[in-house]
């Protein structure tokens, strides 16, 4: 110290002296300063249980980003650590724990098997298996992977990050509902949904009135993983539900030992309309109309300038707050939660609020032999629903009109169309009025609770005897009101209708579990047989169509309550030799009140085989491969989720009321009828028979790790809905088992994790599938010229005309259209088709199949940085092969459907695809594929960065800032909206916004 004074300071007066002691005390406080601030080192040893080193483990600062892994010799190296930290120890197959520094320069640990570390056992159907021994084809994603920002629904949170799950996100209507699909829909009218298992709780994804999406209800914040079983292999426990595949939720819950935690966070998000459709402007609808319009039409026009669609879309504010305390108390482990979301929509007036809670326990009793898993979950949704026929008119509305009519009392104050003095029921209506005078709300409460006891006899701890009982209780009211001043309901003298629903579901399980190493052979087993109730009541009442002043306008429909009942018996045996060879068998006998006791139960076996080349003598020196696994698996699963209400017993002959609005007439007085419908007594399970191979492979200690499933999905016995033959006496369809259908594909997941230091680490994912979907029989007797069955959404333009189809040899909802014919510059010559079928003329016979809404590649591009306290990543998703019929184009862009109103005293705008096809248009020309576009994309899903600012309101508290970005761009050809339009057609969609956000979570 005395070399940083010069040799006249050491030897000068008191004076210097005190300039020396001086600056010793500042060099002093000014260096304890800078420990403080930097911290200090930490180093350490973590070793296995008998003492070997332990390499790769996970060491990382609780609360932050920061963190490290243990070299080959099993020591880690912290810099820069404050003296309270926590740290958190981590590793594959080992139980987490934590240490607090308290100071200490060296902290040694040692890490005990685990064998239900989630990260290393994954949830299965009644379960848990090591993921050593799993055959089946289970992707599972915990909650650091999940998408970021203003997440509404639970399935939002893994778009784009498993193969072989395509998620299809919901149009922009707040609380919309995604389109869920896992390798491909096994079903033409059957629901091709997942089951969803909450808890272990199968929970009712049906949906009910008043919200659009089931899952709506679920609060994505209090999800901890997802587990997909995705291949029949893994799926074929669940038996008859599981031929779309099963998606397990598994939620948050306090841990064992934890002191009290409690966990803050909220969200603000703004969502901005990023595209709007191109509809001529005034001052092209101006010129278009004196140049092809009549002298009373030109006369018409106005003198406003009115972008309509900027009139119905506004900037929509949100915020998604959440606080949850969780811990333990007397032992026993808990969380508590309560979130607030309030989602306003870009489409004026649409509004998604939700209040949600959720309860978690786990009581452990008799020397934690008996745990009990209590969970309990609500949720309050109120719904505004804005008309979206708004969307519609927006497009359709003069451009040259202004949006009020300057009288107050007529129609609201809004400028329409008139006949007289009454609305032209023939012309568009005033899209803001449409907005503004109608109120449609809902409200629906769900609740979700189940408790499961787990006992592990005292004689035999290696059997366990588990309960689950548990209810899905879901109700809905509504009131619809439009006064009856409003244009659109104005003949009618608006409307007070009111609507309600429930729905509950009360399920009982039961299984035995016996798990066992054999040490002395080898070999490890696992078996589990059990027994399953779940009971479906659902009830819809029904109300008359009344007018604003609430006198009846119609009378009330019938009303119904339905039950049916699902029984099965299941059992699972799983047999591991020598770490390397594994075989899982499962058995389940499903029963459904929904067929006849002839046809009421069906089997559904499955069975898979799981090598480990890697724990074979000629690898294990292959030091660059960390992991080789092969799996192959076949499986039969069950469909008998028609999903039509009225249709609970189809094998029942039943007579329903007719229509109010289709009455007899005896005299003065009018009857309702009843009429005969269609049944099939002999109708029974639809059975989908599935293989898939493949492989498991991890480089370079799990730094490259990934798998390539190859797969093949045959469903039989199809419930299809089929026309009845012309003269019966019964309606005009039919439920029936009719069919075959085939989907096949490849799945190829790849996850890196280049950059792996302390302070710094870069993980980078991608996977992609290939998924081909075909019908492969349509009929019960061979029909070689059978053209197949009209499916789909009625398009807009011409009546009951249909653009899509159901035809052997062809993917389900293949387009049907005629082939347009160009000229040599490329522009297509209107009503001009090619004769297909080559019979010298042009009918409807020269229809053709061409492309399908369903992609033939999706893909999804993750990649996660974290650099000290700073993180940013991105998600990417993206279709290739998807086609969609552009219903705009076809319906507003001819002269025809702008111009020929039928003399009527009104004008309507469209596309400004009328300048650029210049067709004058006919009811051919919407069949026509020039309507089709290829809607192949690549969206920037997701793009997030945050900001840990450590410890602000104390030692044991941090502090998050999160910025996202979703829908930031999309790449494609597509001339519509969006590129992502579930069924293929386009029209009158809700686009999906750009969204903003800002977030902030706190820890204590």
Do not use: C
Not at 803 to 828: C, L, M, W
Not at 889 to 896: K, M, N
Not at 931 to 944: K, P, Q
């Amino acid at each position: 110290m005395m070399k940083l004074f010069p040799e006249r300071f050491r030897r000068g007066n008191a004076s210097a002296l005190r300039v020396r002691l001086t600056l010793l005390t500042l060099l002093t406080l000014f260096g304890n300063l800078s420990v403080m601030a930097q911290g200090q080192t930490l180093t350490g040893l973590v070793k296995e249980v008998d003492g070997t080193p332990l390499p790769g483990v996970t060491v990382q600062i609780k609360g932050t980003n920061r963190g490290t892994q243990t070299n080959a010799d099993g020591v880690y190296q912290l810099t820069n650590v404050e003296p309270n930290a926590t740290l958190v120890f981590s590793f594959i197959g080992k139980t987490p724990q934590e240490a607090v520094a308290n100071g200490r320069s060296t902290i040694d640990v040692v890490l005990a098997d685990d064998s239900k570390s989630l990260t290393e056992v994954v949830v299965v159907g009644y379960g848990t298996q090591r993921r050593k021994d799993l055959t089946g084809s289970i992707a599972a994603i915990s909650s650091e992977e999940f998408q970021k920002g203003n997440v509404v629904t639970p399935e939002q949170l893994i778009a784009g990050k498993l193969s072989g799950v395509q998620i299809t996100p919901p149009s922009g209507q707040p609380g919309g509902g995604s389109t869920i699909r896992i390798r491909g829909g096994s079903s033409l009218n059957a629901s091709n949904d997942p089951l969803v298992v909450i808890d272990g709780l199968p929970v009712d994804n049906s949906g009910i009135s008043g919200a659009s999406n089931p899952l709506s209800l679920i609060n994505p914040q209090d999800i901890e993983t997802f587990t997909v079983l995705k291949d029949a292999s893994a799926a074929a426990i669940y038996g008859a539900r599981a031929a779309n595949g099963v998606i397990l939720i598994t939620t948050k819950r306090g841990q064992q030992g934890d002191q009290l935690r409690i966990n803050a966070s909220v969200l603000g998000s703004v969502s901005v309309n990023s595209k709007l459709v191109p509809v001529l402007s005034a001052d092209q609808f101006t010129t278009f109309v004196n140049t092809y319009g009549t002298a009373a039409q030109k006369a018409l026009l106005g003198p406003a300038n009115t972008n309509w669609q900027k009139e119905i879309y506004h900037p929509a504010f949100s915020v998604d707050a959440n606080v949850s305390a969780s811990g333990t108390y007397r032992k026993m482990p808990y969380r508590v939660s309560l979130g607030y979301l309030d989602q306003n929509g870009v489409l004026k007036t649409s509004n998604f609020q939700r209040v949600s809670a959720a309860v978690s326990a786990t009581p452990r009793f008799f020397q934690d032999h008996l745990k009990v898993d209590i969970n309990l979950k609500g949720s309050i949704i109120n719904n505004t629903f804005a008309d979206q026929g708004a969307i519609g008119s927006a497009i359709a509305f003069d451009p040259t009109q202004p949006v009020y009519s300057g009288q107050e009392r007529a129609f609201g104050g809004y400028f329409e169309w008139l006949d007289g003095n009454n609305p032209n029921t023939s012309a568009p209506r005033n899209p803001v009025g449409l907005l503004n005078q109608r109120s449609d709300k809902t409200t629906v409460n769900r609740s979700i609770g189940n408790v499961a006891f787990d006992y592990k006899f005292h004689f035999l701890p290696e059997l366990r005897a588990n309960l689950n009982l548990g209810y899905d209780i879901s109700s809905s009211s509504g009131l619809n009101f439009v006064p009856a001043s409003a244009a659109s309901l104005f003949n009618q003298g608006g409307q007070n209708n009111e609507s309600s629903q429930s729905r509950t579901n009360k399920t009982l399980e039961f299984y035995l579990n016996y798990a066992k190493d054999l040490k002395a052979i080898r070999s490890r087993v696992d078996v589990t047989g059990g027994y399953s109730y779940q009971d479906f009541i659902r009830d819809n009442p029904s109300y008359p169509t009344r007018r604003a002043d609430n006198t009846e306008f119609a009378p009330a429909g019938t009303p119904f309550k339905t039950q049916y009942t699902l029984l099965a018996f299941f059992g699972r045996a799983n047999y591991t030799f020598n770490e390397k060879y594994t075989l899982t068998a499962t058995l389940r006998r499903d029963a459904t009140s929904r067929f006849s006791p002839e046809n009421r139960w069906g089997w559904f076996p499955s069975a898979g085989l799981a090598w480990s080349l890697k724990d074979e003598p000629f690898l294990k020196g292959v030091t660059a491969l960390s992991a080789l696994k092969l799996r192959v698996g076949y499986g039969v699963t069950g469909q008998q989720d028609f999903g039509a209400v009225l249709s609970d017993y189809p094998y029942l002959p039943r007579y329903t009321l007719s229509d109010p609005t289709a009455q007899y007439q005896f005299g003065n007085a009018y009857y309702r009828t009843l009429r005969a419908e269609g049944y099939d007594a002999n109708i029974k399970w639809e059975e989908t028979q599935a293989i898939n191979a493949a492989v498991d492979y991890a480089f370079f200690d799990g730094r490259i790790s990934g798998s390539i499933d190859v797969y093949q999905k045959k469903t039989k016995d199809l419930l299809s809905v089929i026309p009845v033959a012309a003269g019966s006496n019964l309606t005009n369809q039919l439920l029936t088992n009719v069919g075959n259908l085939e989907n096949k594909g490849i799945e190829f997941t790849l996850n890196t994790n280049p950059i792996r230091r302390e302070g710094l680490n870069l993980d980078v994912n991608f996977n992609i599938t290939y998924n081909e979907n075909k019908i492969t029989n349509l009929t019960k007797v061979p029909t070689p010229n059978d053209p197949g069955i009209l499916t789909g959404d009625n398009i807009s333009g011409g009546t009951g005309n249909k653009v899509q189809i159901h035809t052997v040899g062809f993917p389900t909802n293949a387009f049907y259209v005629y082939r347009q014919v160009y000229d040599e510059s490329g522009k297509p010559i209107e009503g001009v088709y090619q004769d297909l079928n080559g019979d010298g003329k042009f009918t409807i016979e020269d229809r053709y199949r061409y492309k399908s809404p369903n992609p033939k590649l999706f893909l999804g591009f993750t990649s996660q940085l974290t650099y000290g306290r700073f993180s940013a990543g991105f998600v990417l998703r993206g279709n290739v092969g998807n086609y969609v019929y552009n219903n705009v184009r076809s319906s507003t862009g001819t002269r025809t459907g702008l111009l020929n109103v039928q003399g009527a005293p009104y004008l309507r705008n469209g596309s400004t695809e009328v300048l650029t096809s210049g067709f004058v248009g006919g009811s051919d020309q919407y069949l026509s594929d020039y309507y089709l576009e290829n809607a192949s994309f690549l969206r920037m899903d997701n793009v997030n960065v945050g900001y840990d600012f450590g410890r602000v309101f104390g030692k044991s508290s941090s502090l998050r800032a999160t910025a996202n970005v979703q829908n930031a761009f999309v790449i494609t050809k597509y001339q519509g909206l969006d590129p992502e339009i579930s069924g293929g057609i386009d029209n009158n969609f809700y686009p999906r916004p750009r969204i903003f956000s800002l977030g902030l979570n706190a820890n204590f």
